[in-house]
């Protein structure tokens, strides 16, 4: 907690209130700051001990609104680990029980008595995560009341490994139905379905032969849906939600490395000496040569962007090219301007790993995410004033558990069928 109000003091001009500041924080350590957190919460908190916690958000005239849009990261990120740490506790100790029980009355009666103690220790843990928003709640400049309740008339599961691949012959597989093996012949390569899910390409023979007509396939992922393609120069590829690729199953001859893309793809590009790896998407090239990025170009997002993470690659749209370094994003916007910058890669590459990864992203950007996700719509409610959220959320996570943690008094949720419903 300390680094919080630390980061306030590069924000303050007048150097004698710096001085002020710097002096009431560094009085505090973090146990103590936690400790008043607490006592504020439960209502047990002494004059005294109150104003020593005011202390830091009156010391200098911007540091409440400093804090307010900081602590709003802790929140998204102690809210979700609160409700996440609770029932993975309860799912662990019931599996633990079901391995032990053996039918007779002891057992029995030691189920009753540990499903209790891990209630009460669910408990503990999501009244401590409750206790700090309440606290920064009850201190919201705004002084509004604390969120409404969540409601749901269903909850919706996170997306899955799912695909459809279109043969070049226009026969599609839906490969989430399918059986690990071969699933066809196309032109000189089997495509097969390994034990782990993933699509792959390999030679019919130890040498390639020429191939008389060149054989294109095209997976697809649905809203809710991911999968993983291995092709046949070795390159691996991860496609995002409602995203589709287009790719020769023969990376030989004149047909060289160039494949169409949709939606989002991480690449791992297997080099490929004289070779480059080509990724088309519409009339922008991103030209590879041995290395791994992101490329995001949904047709509801306001930019294309690729994020370089190893290696180089080169941009192309029309007259301009840009030149990446690791750790780089190029954005295309809406008047046909590039712009590079430094970025976390991690959050580019977040919904690989796993994670939903929001950086001071736009209340509008998370939801997109989450339609795609969850495959739902999104309609908002009265006027939402713009905000920004910024915390690692797991992609695991129920709708509902991912709504609970994001809302505060800002923003509400509810979830009706195949709808988020946001309202102020």
Known sequence: MVCL?????????????????????????????????????????TPEEQDELDAYLDAAPDNRIR??????????????????????????????????????????????????????????ILAIAGA????????????????????????????????????????????????AGVLAEQGTAKVIKKDSGQLSYTLLNEKPRKASVLSYNTLTTPKSGTFMVVLPDGSKVWLNSASSLRYPTSFEGQAGREVLLTGEAYFEVAKRSGQPFKVKLGNVTVDVLGTNFDVMAYDDEPAVKTTLLDGAVS???????????????????????????????????AWKNGFFNFDHADLTAVMRQLARWYDVTVEYNGKILPQ?????????????????????????FAIEDKKIIVTP
């Open 132 to 179: 700090w928003l309440l606290w920064m709640n009850r201190h919201h400049p705004s002084d509004q009341a604390m969120p409404a309740v969540f409601t749901t008339h269903h909850d919706i599961l996170p997306g899955g490994n799912k695909a459809t691949l279109t043969l070049s012959n226009g026969r599609q597989i839906v490969l989430d139905d399918a059986s």
């Open 5 to 45: 109000y630390c980061v306030f003091l590069i924000y303050t001009a007048d150097f004698s209130q710096v001085n002020q500041v710097k002096k009431v924080v560094m009085s505090v350590d973090k146990k103590r700051i936690t400790e008043l957190t607490l006592r504020a919460a439960s209502g047990s908190i």
């Open 315 to 349: 941009v192309k749209h029309g007259d301009k090219r840009v030149l990446l370094k690791p750790g780089e994003q190029v954005l295309l916007g809406p008047l046909e301007t590039m712009k590079v910058a430094k970025v976390d890669a991690d959050v580019a590459v």
């Open 67 to 124: 804090f307010e849009e900081r602590i709003n990261r802790q929140r998204v990120t102690l809210g979700l680990q609160g409700w996440e740490a609770a029932e993975k506790m309860e799912d662990e100790s019931w599996s633990r029980i079901s391995r032990k029980m053996a039918g007779n009355d002891q057992a029995t009666r030691r189920v009753i008595f540990l499903r209790r103690a891990y209630a009460i220790a669910a408990t503990v």
């Open 388 to 412: 920004q959220i910024s915390g690692k959320i797991q992609r695991s996570l129920s709708l509902s558990r991912i709504l609970k943690g994001l809302e505060n008094d800002q923003r509400h």
